[in-house]
Nanobody, 126 residues
Framework: QVQLVESGGGLVQAGGSLGLSCAAS????????VGWFRQAPGKEREFVAT????????DYADSVKGRFTISRDNAKNTAYLHMNILKPEDTAVYYC???????????????????WGQGTQVTVSS
């Protein structure tokens, strides 16, 4: 069972930057694809970004492409989401998720993820 803990959320002004971290409890994180999702108040949770187990492949939602960067450091069992040019509409609870299949690639589907963090709040003021 992989436990994920997000950190790095907070309040930032529009146009600013923020970095999120996702720390995993198990070494097996090394082999798992990772995704970031977010849920704004009153809205469904949505896909943000994903990275393959090796880090060689990434994919982004159109709404964040060019502004957000997903990465990982497998030696530290940690994934990251660096967010630039933040907008008020980026305000949401951000969740990190990991897939349960070894050597897994990228996926935008929530159903493909087996492990979820508790979420971290990101608030962008206008």
């Amino acid at each position: 069972q992989v436990q994920l803990v997000e950190s790095g959320g907070g309040l930032v002004q529009a146009g600013g930057s923020l970095g999120l971290s996702c720390a995993a409890s198990e070494r097996t994180f090394y082999y798992l694809g990772v995704g970031w999702f977010r849920q704004a108040p009153g809205k469904e949770r949505e896909f943000v970004a994903t990275i393959s187990w090796s880090g060689s492949r990434t994919d982004y939602a159109d709404s964040v492409k060019g502004r957000f960067t997903i990465s990982r450091d497998n030696a530290k069992n940690t994934a990251y989401l660096h967010m630039n040019i933040l907008k008020p509409e980026d305000t949401a609870v951000y969740y990190c998720a990991a897939r349960g299949t070894y050597y897994s690639g990228t996926s935008y589907r929530e159903a493909d993820y087996d492990y979820w963090g508790q979420g971290t709040q990101v608030t962008v003021s206008s």
